[in-house]
């Protein structure tokens, strides 16, 4: 592709044909069936389901006429294998390969959507057809997932379709690089993958820098135990990715990306090398990109498995084939990243969003969210929670409204006991803060921190010494051993907890702890040390009742803990 | 300039100084554990901990450079009371064993104990259990002792470019160790005690000879005879606490003697007559077309790296031994003859600057004398913890003379202990000896100095002399792979494996480092200017020695005693089959 | 040492080792990718591969095997024909990871790490295998997934693997 002209004409045949996806009947097609194809539908056999649909559209002569398309995650994985029938935009969950023939002959041939296979909110009569409708979907809003409803992950003429590529487009012929940053700045875009920096300030540190080439780098290593919410855009949507860096490429003056991203999820390698490859036979990567004299391109660098390469100075150290171990900062990464040279780094929920705050404005973006936190947030909802899955939530949105509005509350009637948001850099939240409104200060005046989205609810069964026990445990696993404080001080505490939920606490144990807590904090080298002890001080500032059970009566009121004395 | 504030004292230093050098300069000392200057700045043991005005978390002092307006506390009760839950932390998972360690009294971890006023551990809980190491003639590894700060790491992959040992594992089961956890005998290792020298604890340490030593001179039957290396004297000195720079070659002696050692001699009388012999060989392959440019090879750390790395350049070394190992020969040959004693009854022992010669005397090679030519090498600080058991007090003992003819030296072999001071001592041979003249002025002090590849011509003759001298592995690599890619027009190399020679070598006092390492050399060459002969050709006792024994340079029997050959030998731990 | 750590007969494996390495030589940045990719070819990585790896890229075996040993997904040792991965991320562990460990340890006989008598099965521990919504899950030779898992299910869900 050379010119703007052919991306809007793609762009334009391919809305054409898509446009059964927006409610618009089709005079050549019956219905686009979106299969999801997340990971979690993925292994409760939706490919299965495809094969049936396939087989029984072809014995009613339909084949031609129905697309059935496997999508990235839809959201709702506990219901899974789900998918979305268009152009009604009916809603179908739990499927199974049974369930293929009733779609095909009842729905599509005759127009009747299937009821059992229906969406039905809790305590409702009626089951909601339209996925539009439905209360855990219409709370979200989607900006980072955008087109997971939509487009087939594997086709970039579907992104195109969407708007995609027309961002870079504009970003290389009608802006400016400091335009681009500007804009990136106004928006109030902070990074999503934990601290929360801002990313226009962090592109024109990179931008001012002194020394080349520079580099972009997506973090996805998504380590955080219980969080996949880079997984479902890194296959959902691979492009937007793709875009989102060759946009900063031009704003920073960089030619080449990297992604990193976890062995652990093969899926999204494949996505994403796939649409590298297109980007590139597109000309949306390489030399001379729209004939603007821009080049860019981007390789995969593949983690293997060490939760501290997701802290940026070990991911760089990572990408260079070395021991991920961080460094200290200064030199930030804007001044000595990949290979020593300016690099920005940013995850990849933040690149995600980049296309559209720069094809919409800034302006458009920073009404969303509240005052210092701006947009959307992803979550990965999970625990003891009904509806477990991947949201997207305005920023300000309560934890109230995620866990039991979209959530649909706790299963089995049991009492909500906390919210853990932050993974193991982050707190348990208790019931008394569930009207607060998710943001990165509010959770982090709580002892919490927003992270990077995994939120894991627990109830009365969940035994919170135990919850702090199993992310210490974590951290000691995956600390990497280079200073001391972490090395060795998590180490102690994991075994202090131990001993606690062993029956073997001492008088004394939890103020060590929290002097643990407190030193590490503040010594240790790098994010992972220096959150660590979070999920310990967290527990201890909102439950030190248990604790104190487990030490002196050695009693554990959720039943886990088993004491041998 | 950068202008801040530490302890409430205005102070103003270049950019890019760190927080630890500022302080420093306002005479206010942060402890540290893991940093070594310019060598390891990583920032991992945390012990420099200060408070930052405005910063999240305490700040590293010793990677954190200034900034403007930066206000910095160094002492706070919060920052003192951190720093001490670390070495805590450190010591909780530490054998605290120093009433029976080789570092008592001298280990970094044990000061900041004493410093910290730590009485009490809290921490029970598991404790790094990895097995010590001791197959290296050398070395001993003692995991179990390691507070991972890297030191040695550093200056085995940095300055040497060995890369023997590197951070294995991860988290709490992290190890210093060469891959597979191998035992250092079986892999690259050149043994040359760098990393024992920058080690803060006993993680890493000399092998412990000195038990034998006693044993032998408690043995009746043995003549106990003992050789002191040219560097020795100026730094066993400080092993009683004497100011680095310190010359005791008489106190030395006479401690030796006190100690009971039948006879102290000297390497330099060999490193007189190492000159005699490589000066030669030098001579014959510069008019026979042989193998140039030749390279010295009296540093077994060198030799060794050269079998593991340069397997391809050895035709190039020279194929003297080194002094030791000359000595060592010619101890159970000639000087048995000539003091008519059974050389099955000579126990021959060293006193080195060095690990590495440890593992020389090991070597299968040495035994030319038809027994291993050297007992046992002592390294300077072996000496140090000798002469303590023994409870001599080195510095009010009298100045004594070695022993002849083994003793008898020139200013030539005293200066082999620095860098540049071999090539310096055969030029002032070489020149005599091809021009017949006098040499109009003996000091080469182009050949002097910390400077990691020094280069030169020198007119002899008719013969423009062109010489390299390194010193630490790092450098020598430098001028090998100018050699490998045929851009190296030198005659005649010096390369010896530790930093600024011997005098910095691993077996030296502890601590080494830059400034003490100049101090040692200042001394070296007083101690030539002292000297009443300067140069090897006019050692009277080497002559001698020719006449009564050797019959003359390179010949019949130097070549059986004094010179030697070397070994190919992998990189990589293979086996074979 | 107690196994031969050699490369006889195993001409063909080394042969397309280099191929692997062919691409990186020289270039010790490649480590990673090319660790990666000789454990996919051999199935673990065996002192032979990192010593020609180490060769190849111009590295130190110390360097090799320092990377080796921090990464979680590399292994020294063969390993079962089947890989069992239980996750025990959050939403796992909230949900019964460890009834499905213990079942596990209790039916295999072996420990998190290792390998059953008869090379059949590895069992390791994960931390999130990204399908939390399914949790507790495991995921067998690193593409089928098991969810919602129940103790009883496992000695069931075991027997479609020979
Ligand atoms: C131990 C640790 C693990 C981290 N893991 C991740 C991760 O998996 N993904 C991610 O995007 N950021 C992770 N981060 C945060 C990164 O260091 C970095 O701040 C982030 O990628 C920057 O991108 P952003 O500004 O877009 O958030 C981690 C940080 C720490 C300390
Ligand atoms: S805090 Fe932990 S993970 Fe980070 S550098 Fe220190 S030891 Fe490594
Ligand atoms: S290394 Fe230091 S602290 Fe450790 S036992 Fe020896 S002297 Fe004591
Ligand atoms: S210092 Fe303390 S422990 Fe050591 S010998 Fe003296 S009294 Fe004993
Ligand atoms: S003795 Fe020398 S080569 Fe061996 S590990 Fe120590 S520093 Fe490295
Ligand atoms: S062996 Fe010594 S120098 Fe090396 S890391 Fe351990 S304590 Fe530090
Ligand atoms: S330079 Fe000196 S101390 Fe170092 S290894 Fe060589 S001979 Fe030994
Ligand atoms: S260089 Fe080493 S071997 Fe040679 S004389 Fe000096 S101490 Fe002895
Ligand atoms: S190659 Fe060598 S080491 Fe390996 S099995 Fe054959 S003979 Fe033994
Ligand atoms: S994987 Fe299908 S909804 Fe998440
Ligand atoms: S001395 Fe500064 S961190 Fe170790
Ligand atoms: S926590 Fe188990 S799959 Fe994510």
Sequence with gaps: ?565 | MITLTIDNQKIAVEEGTTILEAAEKLGIKIPTLCYLKDINVIGACRICVVEVQGAKAYVPACVAPVAEGMVVRTNTPAVIKARKLILELILSDHPMECLTCVRNQNCELQKLAEAFGLTEIRFEGEKTSYPIDNSSPAIVRDPRKCVLCRRCVAVCTEIQTVNAIQAQERGFNSLIAPAFNEQLANVECVQCGQCSLVCPTAAIHEVDDTGRVWEALADPKKHVIVQTAPATRVQVGETIGAEPGSIVTGQMVAGLRRLGFDKVFDTDFTADLTILEEGNELLQRIQTGGTLPMITSCSPGWIKFAEHFYPDLLPHLSTCKSPQQMFGALAKTYYAEKAGIDPADIFSVSIMPCTAKKYECTRPEMKSSGYQDVDVVLTSRELGRMFKQAGLDMANLPEEEYDAPLGISTGAGEIFGASGGVMEAALRTVYEVVTGKELPNINFTECRGLTGVKEATVQVGDLPVKIAITNGLGNARKVLDKIRAGEADYHFIEIMCCPGGCIGGGGSPIPTDTEIRLKRIDATYTEDERMALRKSHENPAVNELYQEFLEKPLGHKSHELLHTHYTKRNRYQEEEC | MATCSCCCGEDELTKQLDKIIEPYRGQPGGLIQVLTKAQELIGYLPKWALISIAKGLGLSLQDVYGVVTFYAFFSLIPRGRHKISVCAGTACYVKGTKMVTKTLREVLGIKPGQTTPDSRFTLEVVRCIGACGLAPAMIIDGKDVHGRLEPEQIPQILEQYA
Aim: neutral net charge; hydrophobic residues 35%; glycine residues 12%.
């Design chain 1, 1 to 565: 592709m050379k010119s703007l002209d052919e991306l809007a004409k793609i762009r334009d045949s391919r809305r054409a044909a898509l446009k059964i996806r927006e409610g618009v009947p089709s005079a050549t097609e019956k219905a686009h069936i979106m299969m999801c194809g997340g990971a979690g539908c993925i292994s409760s056999k939706c490919t299965d389901i495809v094969e049936a649909m396939k087989e029984c559209l072809a014995k009613n002569g339909i084949a031609d006429q129905v697309q059935i398309i496997l999508t990235g995650c839809m959201g709702p994985c506990d219901m899974g294998p789900v998918a979305i029938v268009y152009p009604d935009a009916t809603f179908y969950r739990r499927l199974k390969v049974k369930d293929a023939e009733a779609i095909v002959e009842e729905h599509i041939l005759k127009g009747n959507p299937v009821q059992r296979l229906l969406y039905r909110t809790p305590g409702a009569k009626e089951p909601t057809r339209c996925v539009h409708d439905i209360d855990l979907f219409k709370k979200q809003k989607k900006i980072v997932l955008r087109n997971n409803f939509y487009i087939d992950p594997t086709s970039i003429e579907d992104y195109i379709a969407r708007d995609g590529y027309a961002a870079l487009a504009k970003a290389l012929t009608q802006m400016e690089p400091g335009e681009i940053i500007e804009e990136v700045k106004k928006s109030g875009l902070r990074g999503r993958g934990g601290a929360g920096f801002s990313t226009g300030m962090k592109w024109g540190f990179t931008a001012a820098a002194k020394g080349s080439p520079k580099y972009v780098v997506c973090n996805g290593d998504e380590g955080d135990p219980g969080a996949f919410m880079d997984r479902s855009v890194l296959e959902g949507d691979p492009h937007s990715i793709i875009e989102g860096m060759a946009i900063c490429g031009r704003a920073i003056g960089s030619e080449q990306g990297y992604v990193y991203v976890r062995a652990e999820y093969p899926l999204a390698i494949e996505r994403l090398s796939n649409a590298i490859d297109d980007a590139r036979r597109y000309g949306l990567l390489g030399k001379n990109i729209f004939e603007t004299g821009f080049n860019f391109d981007i390789e995969i660098r593949i983690g293997a498995g060490a939760f501290v390469c997701g802290e940026e100075t070990a991911l760089l150290t990572s990408i260079e084939g070395k021991r991920g171990e961080p460094r200290p900062r200064p030199p930030f990464p804007a001044n000595a990243g990949v290979w020593g040279k300016p690099t920005v780094l940013n995850n990849v929920e933040t690149w995600a969003n980049i296309p559209e705050i720069i094809l919409k404005g800034a302006e458009w973006f920073s009404t969303i969210g509240t005052e210092k936190s701006k947009g959307t947030k992803v979550f990965a909802l999970a625990g003891r929670i009904n509806n477990t899955g991947i949201v997207e939530v305005p920023m300000g949105t309560t934890l109230r409204e995620i866990v039991f509005e979209i959530g649909g509350g706790i299963p089995r009637k049991k009492l909500f006991k906390a919210v853990q948001t932050g993974g193991p850099s982050g707190g348990c939240i208790p019931a008394d803060y569930l009207d607060t409104p998710v943001d990165y200060d509010s959770l982090g005046a709580l002892g919490a921190i927003m992270g990077s989205g995994g939120m894991i609810v627990m109830d009365e069964d969940t035994c919170m010494v135990d919850i702090a026990k199993f992310f210490i445990d974590f951290c000691v696993d995956e600390s990497c051993g280079k200073c001391s404080p972490c090395r060795i001080g998590t180490k102690r505490m994991l075994e202090i907890l131990e001993r606690i939920t062993t029956g073997n606490g001492k008088e004394g144990d939890i103020e060590l702890l929290q002097e643990l807590a407190t030193t590490i904090k503040s010594t240790a080298l790098c994010g992972l040390g220096q959150t660590a002890p979070n999920p310990v001080l967290s527990t201890i500032r909102y439950f030190r009742h248990e604790y104190e059970e487990h030490i002196k009566e050695h009693y554990c009121r959720s039943g886990v803990c088993e004491f041998k004395e």
